[in-house]
Structure formats: C-alpha cells, structure tokens
C-alpha cells in the first residue's frame, strides 16, 4: 500500500501531511501495472487542542457506504495524530497494516533547487528546513509530518513531492528576478513556482484526453482555487509559471494580494508603520478577495455578486482581469501554439461563470467557449467545454494531489527496487 500524507503497498497504502495544526493523508492499494487504488481518505484536525482534535475519515473503496466517520480524540502532537490513525487503519482495513506499508509519500511545498520526487534523507531535510524562511507557513509543519511518519514507521520509506519540483524546468528568463544579482547567487532570489504536484497531474491527465504523449504537449493550466496559479507548459515541461518565490506573486487569491508595485508595501510601511511580519500578514492574509470585498471565499463573493454588492463586483473584476493577462501572456510565450487551456482546482472545476468571462472574446485568437458545455460541466466533472469553432481544446479536468503524489512515491520506490 502506498499513503500520502502521503505513502504506498502492494494491496498496501500511502499518506499525505498538511498544515501545522490538521495532517491530511490518504492511503492507496497498488494494483496491476502501477494503477493505484484509493482506499480512504482522513483528516485529523486540531492537533494540539486536546478537547477538540478529531480524525474525520471517508471509505473510498465502498461504493455502498461511502460517508464520513468521525473520531473525538486527544491528540497533542502530530506523532500521536499518526499513531491514532494507524490504530484507527489497523482496525478497520487490516491488523497487518503496518507492515503492509510500502511508503510514505509527503507533500513538501518549497524544495529550492529540487527538481523531482526524492527519497527523505538528512540532506533532504536540510533543504526543507531552509527553505522554510521561504514557506514559513507550510515547510515546518511538512517536516512535522516527515519526522512524525519516521518514528511511527521506521523501517518505512519516506519521500518527499515538492510542489516547487515541476517548475525547475523554467529557463532563467523566467525565473530571474531583475535584482541585484548577488541576491540570486548567494540567498537564491528567484522564481520557484507552486502548483506543481496538481500541473504535472493535469498535464498526464490532459495528455490522455488530447491523444498525445505527455512530452508533446503545450497546455496553459489554471490552478483556481484558495491559493490560484496559471502555468505554461511547452512539451509536457513548464517554462513558466505566476508564483514566484512564494506563493504571493502572480493571480489575485482567496486572501493573498498577487502581483503589486513593490513600493506599494514601502509606502504603507512608511505611512501606517507596518513592520516587515505586520506587512506579510497584510499581503497573505488580509489581502486578495478578502481586503476587497471582506469576503475570501470566492463562492461567497459571486453570491453578494449576484445579490449587487459592488466590491464583490469589483473583486471579481480584478481577479478576471489579473487572470486573463496571465492567459495572454503566456499564449504569447507559447507562440500561439497551444493545445488546450486547462482549468482545475476549485473554482476552476466549479464555476462555470468565472471560466467563461476568463474566455470570453477570444475568438480572433482560436479560443472560444461553448456556454451549454461550460454550464454542464461542474461538480467535479471532468469535460470539453469549447465551442465546434474553437480551434484551442478547452478543458475541465479535476485535480488529484494525493493520486500524483501517490504515483511520484511509486516510481522512487521502484528506483530503489
């Protein structure tokens, strides 16, 4: 099994670990021919607040009983979390489910210069501590998960995903900033990117549904949900990409400015006395559709749209506009030549609105959307919602983090085979 936390088995599993306070993970039997099979995916949440942590776990594998479970539990670490679900594995799938663990695969947000799926030893875990000050939000609780998944499993392999590995492909046009270049040299200022676990499954995914080898591919993804990406994709390989050295730059998200004047942050240091930790909250945080409209969730600002509040108006005109500049640029870096445009994530899979305004007026430039599709295609559906006259596919395609990061421990597990 293979479990993402995430980690892999032969009808054995693989777990996945994310945030500081919650570990997610999700475990895989192995099939025939490298296909992987979900087994049940779990939440434990709260870890550390005693009176209120719980495990929430839904059956993948039953199709008759399919709802969620959940478990009041005291849980003060993530070791004791990992521990309670293991009890929790071992009594309801099997006894043995210790040993039936093949890997472990974990999600690790920054990797720097990695550039591909990575068995979890000491230089590993030197990387991912430093590029916490990077992903201060996400590396350290990522190593909790590693080291937590070490002592519960120590005989288990561990292997890191980094979300920053597909984007190491990117040419330095594109990732160097245009800084002092000793800041590149020695601090390693550059463009990293994110998203890349849920892009590489969209390309595999997208390759399938265009009948083309991964390799041969050029695709503009969007990766629409709380957090928002859009990728370029030139032969199966990402050659550019709107995050930048964090998760700040580039589309306007759930709480997180995007792209701004960098002397916008100078002058509001200066006139309302931010310090440099007051400003980074302001811009993660405060900021995108919740310094806009008060609202961060994006489903929410459509209905006060919808109802005619003006700022929930205004946010998602920003945000179309901010995504729609995007989407040109990189038709323009793809030379025109493009195979599909993807959209994934939540919104991206769910909001038929916002897909067509960010298409809408593109027919001189091969690009158009069928509204009858568009509208049909939600709730997890994966589709093609272009017009007949479209000459660029335009696809609808579900994002499985857990499912990529599940296949990426696979293949270093088989490398060590």
Known sequence: MISTFHGFGRERPVRVFQGSSSLKFKLFNRLAEKQLSAVVTGLVERIGDTEHSRLVATNEKDANNPGKQVFQEPLSDHTAALDYVLNYLRLRYSNNIKEEVEAMGHRVVHGKHISEPVLVNEEVMQVIKEAAELAPLHNPANLQGIVAASLVFPDCPQVAVFDTAFHQSMPASAYVYALPYEYYEKLHVRKYGFHGTSVKYLVNQASGMLGKDASEVNLIVAHLGAGASVTAVKDGKSVDTSMGLTPLEGLVMGTRSGDI????????????????????????????????????????????????????????????????????????????????????????????????RALEGLQKFGISVDPARNEATVRGKQGEIQSSESQVKVLVIPTDEELSIAQQTLEVLEDLE
């Open 261 to 356: 004047d960098p002397a916008v942050l100078l002058y509001l240091m200066d006139k309302c006395g931010l310090s440099a930790h007051e400003a980074d909250t302001m811009l993660n945080k405060k900021s995108g559709f919740l310094g806009i409209c008060g609202k961060a969730d994006v489903r929410a600002v459509l209905e006060e749209a919808d109802a005619g509040n003006e700022r929930a108006k205004l946010a998602i005109e920003v945000y179309l506009h901010r995504l729609r500049r995007y989407i040109g640029a990189y038709l323009i870096h793809l030379q025109g030549d493009v195979d599909a445009i993807i959209f994934s994530a939540g919104m991206g899979e769910n909001s038929a609105l916002l897909r067509g």
